[in-house]
Each structure stands twice: as structure tokens, then as C-alpha cells.
């Protein structure tokens, strides 16, 4: 994995990956572009979610919805870290059994998720299934 982060003025960035894609970076004060620390949040959220469709494809159940809220409670003192990072899993489906849900998430952040595992962050997480 690859990218180049180009300046474009002020303080927005952009991100481009070797495989085409951009990302507009951006200070969290303005407007223009995702902040890196709401990128850093995107990427623990989205990485463990598909973690945890895969897995719970595997366990041959099925997922309706799947939504998940990320939280991030940064260090008071620089560099302001995530210290803490709360997860809820929010997912719908016919066939979804508590403890394989739970087994699901545990797996992709203690073992597979590359993002959760990068971080040096306490990583809490819920879930609710509707």
C-alpha cells in the first residue's frame, strides 16, 4: 500500500493513493476536507465492519442493516492521542444470535482488524440487535 499527500495551500491536503483514489484532508477548523483524526475514527469503524460482515458470512448468518457509531476521547495534553475509542455495532438481521455477533466482533478487533490493532488506544465497543 501506497500514497502521496500533496499540499494544496492553507492547510488542505490531498491524499492520493496509487490506485487512483483522493481524499481531500483539511484542518478540523475548517471546512474544506476530513480531518485525519475523523479519518483515523473512519478507518477503525470501517475496517472492523468488514471484518465482521465477513465473518458472520462465514458463520452463514444474515445481515440486514449494519451500522456502526464511532467515538474517539482524545489525550488533554499533545499529542492528543486517541486514548479511548468506544465502538456500537448496530445490526439487523433474521438469524443473528448474540454470542456469534459478539464472537464476530471480538475477532476483527483483537485479531484481524489492521486499523484497531495500529492504534495504541483502549477499544470498547457494544452492540445493539434489532
Known amino acids: ?33 476530513v480531518s485525519p483524526l475523523k479519518l483515523l475514527l473512519t478507518g477503525v469503524a470501517g475496517c472492523t465492519g468488514i471484518d465482521i460482515i465477513m465473518i458472520l458470512e462465514k458463520m452463514r448468518l444474515n445481515v440486514e442493516k449494519f451500522s456502526i457509531v464511532v467515538e474517539g476521547v482524545r489525550a488533554d495534553e499533545h499529542p492528543r492521542r486517541f486514548i479511548e475509542i468506544d465502538i456500537k455495532y448496530i445490526l439487523k438481521g433474521d438469524n443473528l444470535s448474540e454470542d456469534k455477533v459478539e464472537r464476530a466482533i471480538e475477532l476483527s478487533i483483537d485479531k484481524y482488524c489492521s486499523a484497531s490493532n495500529s492504534l495504541n488506544s483502549k477499544i470498547n465497543y457494544s452492540y445493539v440487535i434489532e
Open 1 to 33: 500500500m501506497k500514497t502521496k499527500v500533496v499540499w494544496q495551500g492553507g492547510l488542505k491536503f490531498i491524499d492520493k493513493f496509487d490506485d487512483g483514489q483522493e481524499i481531500l484532508m483539511g484542518s478540523s477548523e475548517n471546512s474544506e476536507g
